[in-house]
């Protein structure tokens, strides 16, 4: 459990490293806690951690019933049949990657809860496999999403392509600092405030160029040994 702790308070530094380092402001830390049990979640929430992300609908259910108390964000790829649970269960979803899935989540939304939190995943390195929309399609398709009463658009989110050199590294946050500060020009009405990218390889590159939220699992957590999707 000290493990767990040193981990995180060490990541905490990082990111107060890397926001004096490139001038920015206080940015926001995700612990991502996929694969791993509600007992680490609790160790790291009693550190002070409020915010936690999750990739699979099934298991999250499962911690947010346990601890109902703290902001849970969907990350993960969302088939158009889970979007119920999703609507229902979480504050924010960062990988909403097709009008389709909005319109969903709005229509499941329940309005008691008030507007759930989206960001677009954007494409952004334009991979083939990968999901999400092209960055041209981003500034199109807003108008639409903005007009969804039970949902808030927030901004952008990207898993851009696996790169370990620092300079290859910023390109593609770059790009989405960039295409952000578009919408943001095109559309001032929206609350387009939120930047979510960066994970435990590539952080100090995201907020070098403007993450304003970082997702972070394994420099937390330690390894995952299991991907079930
Ligand atoms: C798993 C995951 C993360 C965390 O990645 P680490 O490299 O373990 O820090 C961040 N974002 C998304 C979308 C993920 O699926």
Redesign the pocket.
Known sequence: MNTLIDNYQTVKQRLQQAQQTYHKPEVQLLA?S?TKPIEAVNVIAAQGQQCFGE?YVQEALEKIALRPDLEWHF??PIQSNKTKPIAENFAWVHSVDRLKIAQRLNDQRPVELGKLHILLEVNISQEASKAGFSPEEVCSVLPEIMAMKNLECRGLMA?PEIATDFEQQRQPFAKMRELLARCQAAFPEAKLDTLSMG???DLEAAIAEGATLV?????IFGARNYHKN
């Not at 997702?215 to 420099?219: E, H, S, V, Y």
């Open positions: 991502v996929k990739n990350i993960g898993i994970m435990s390889g997702r972070i699992g394994t420099d």
